[in-house]
């Protein structure tokens, strides 16, 4: 399978996100946008970017959020 993003840290985060049950819906070809997390409670929806100006910083807020949800 091929990586979720092309950056390896939010890419990393992206698979961790899927092996805890979160769904990941890629965005169309045009915008900022790469795609989001979806919880499995249905309540968390996090906006993964694409080519965010920091990646190292969105990895770790993604990886922050998803820890943090508590939706089920």
């Not at 390896?8 to 979160?22: C, M, N, P, R, T």
């Not at 045009?30 to 409670?41: E, K, N, P, V, W």
């Not at 694409?50 to 807020?61: N, Q």
Request: aromatic share 4%.
């Amino acid at each position: 399978m091929p990586r979720p993003h092309t950056d390896k840290q939010i890419a990393d985060v992206i698979e961790a996100a899927l092996s805890s049950g979160w769904r990941y819906e890629k965005a169309g070809p045009r915008g900022r946008i790469h795609g989001r997390l979806l919880c499995g409670g249905g309540g968390c929806n996090l906006i993964v970017y694409g080519t965010p100006a920091d990646p190292d910083v969105h990895a770790k807020s993604l990886r922050g959020k998803v820890r943090r949800c508590d939706c089920g």
